[in-house]
């Protein structure tokens, strides 16, 4: 996958970063500097095209997800972590996944698939990208949610039921909301920070 990695500081995790739609493998560099700047950082470009714009997977209309592609990029994406991890000699068992939006969505489906994927998330504006799976067991996973409560996107009652699938399946999660939209505030980035510094 089109990719940047940044080398950190011996025995620090490593950052997965997803991006929004229209996005690229450098976007959400400035929140890895302000999660974790020790971490090395591994920004991944998504595979797919909407108009021009990269996506993690295909959507059929906002809002509405291709399952099949979202399944079959889920695995794509997970094997290709494994690959960077021999390539550049990062700890695959301490990714952080952090992601937006779209990102976001990706990082939960990789939490609904495996088990050991992710040695945590931070998920900026997610929705429950998929339904009617079980979801592996992810006792002590920690995820952090950036939710807004007027997001026209990610509707509140669609965090709360990712919050509840997630909780479900052991991770500990914790839920942060802005009274804003969609859209990504600095206030949101620094409490996913402080909930960073108390976790890894
Ligand atoms: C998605 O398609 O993953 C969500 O609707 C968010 C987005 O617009 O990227």
């Known amino acids: 996958m089109k990719h940047v990695f940044k080398q950190g500081i011996v025995d620090a995790p490593t ?3 997803l991006h929004g ?5 450098r976007d ?3 929140l890895a500097e302000a999660l974790a700047p020790q971490a090395s950082v591994l920004g991944l470009r998504g595979n797919v095209l909407e108009n021009g ?6 959507r059929l209309a906002e809002g ?3 399952e099949e592609d979202l399944v079959l990029r ?8 494994g690959e960077a991890a021999a390539q550049y000699g990062f700890d695959r068992s301490r990714v952080i996944a952090v992601g937006y939006s779209n990102g976001a969505n990706m990082a939960a489906s990789l939490l609904f698939h495996y088990k050991d994927a992710l040695a945590g998330a931070v998920l900026h504006h997610p929705m ?6 079980a979801l592996p067991d992810l006792s002590g996973t920690p995820v952090w949610i950036g939710a807004g409560t007027n997001d026209p996107i990610c509707a509140p009652g669609e965090t709360e039921q990712l919050e509840r699938l997630l909780s ?3 991770a500990s999660v914790e839920v942060h909301w802005e009274r804003q939209g969609h859209q990504l505030t600095g206030t949101e980035v620094r409490a996913a920070a402080d909930w960073f510094a108390r976790h890894f």
Not at 53 to 58: A, D, E, G, T, V
Request: no cysteine; net charge negative.
């Open 15 to 17: 950052l997965l970063l």
């Open 21 to 25: 739609t229209g996005g690229t493998e």
């Open 28 to 30: 959400l560099l400035p």
């Open 53 to 58: 714009m990269p996506r993690f997977f295909r």
């Open 64 to 66: 509405v997800f291709d």
């Open 74 to 81: 889920t695995h794509e994406l997970h094997d290709y972590v």
């Open 128 to 133: 429950v990208p998929l339904r009617g799976i």
């Open 168 to 170: 479900g399946a052991g």
